[in-house]
């Protein structure tokens, strides 16, 4: 059964600085991994999308890597802003379907 | 315009009532996808269609039963609802099944039981 780690689990953080928030996967046989961000009392919403032969993909100040082999990937957020407070979440995408499994979310906060 | 809008918002009632929640998408999404997010911020699939036919029924109890009149629209109807269904409801959808397409979420709905 498919598990989906996310470290840290909150983070605060001062203005300008670089980020990297971590997920975890149990099962490498993975489809996608979708990264989001969920603001309070807000739906989610996509940031970026890794299908599973790639291994990185960019957005802006966002980057989102992907190691299949060892059931990780991570967000790299740079220069963060206070805009960018929001709790983030990683989702894995099983073979073949599109069932997203959720991670337990990293709640960050950055202060200016 | 919202792309994902689900109606209504916040939902409060009684233990025991039969509500419906719905959503839709004017994405020209071919599927449509249910969630639920309990209180401790956990979200799991409920259910998807694609083309208003159902692909996935994750062991959701048949209190629980989606309708998708057309690929634009899936409502969620609960009967018999318990203390246990309080949680935030998140309608999503995607342009194709299998395909690598991002999914995007309306707002939720705040289901309450009293």
């Known amino acids: 059964k498919q598990e989906v780690t996310q470290i840290p689990a909150a983070l605060s953080v001062p203005e300008g600085e670089n980020l990297v928030l971590n997920c975890s996967f149990t099962?490498?046989?993975?489809?996608?991994l979708q990264w989001f961000r969920q603001d309070p009392g807000k739906g989610l919403t996509s940031l970026l999308l890794?299908?599973?032969?790639?291994r990185e993909q960019t957005s802006g100040r966002l980057n989102a890597s992907l190691d299949k082999s060892s059931g990780r990937s991570t967000l790299y957020i740079a220069a963060s802003q206070p805009g960018d407070s929001a709790t983030y979440l990683c989702?894995?995408?099983?073979?073949?379907?599109?069932?997203?499994?959720f991670g337990t979310g990293t709640r960050l906060q950055v202060f200016p | 315009d919202t792309a994902v809008s689900q109606t209504p918002k916040y939902l409060v009632t009684q233990m025991g009532n039969d509500k419906s929640i719905k959503c839709e998408q004017n994405?020209?999404?071919?599927?449509m996808y249910w969630y639920k997010q309990d209180s401790k911020k956990f979200l799991k699939i409920m259910f998807s269609?694609?083309?208003?036919?159902?692909?996935i029924n994750e062991t959701v109890p048949n209190r629980f039963s989606p309708k998708s009149p057309d690929k634009a629209h899936l409502n969620l109807h609960i009967n018999s609802l318990e203390l246990g269904d309080s949680a935030v409801y998140f309608c999503?959808?995607?342009?194709?099944?299998?395909?690598?397409?991002?999914?995007?979420f309306g707002d939720g709905t705040r289901l309450s039981i009293l």
């Open positions: 999503a959808s995607s342009q194709a099944y299998q395909g690598h397409q991002p999914q995007h």
């Open positions: 099962d490498s046989a993975i489809y996608n």
């Open positions: 890794i299908q599973s032969s790639q």
């Open positions: 989702a894995v995408s099983e073979g073949g379907t599109d069932k997203l499994i």
């Open positions: 994405l020209g999404h071919d599927t």
């Open positions: 269609y694609n083309n208003k036919e159902l692909i």
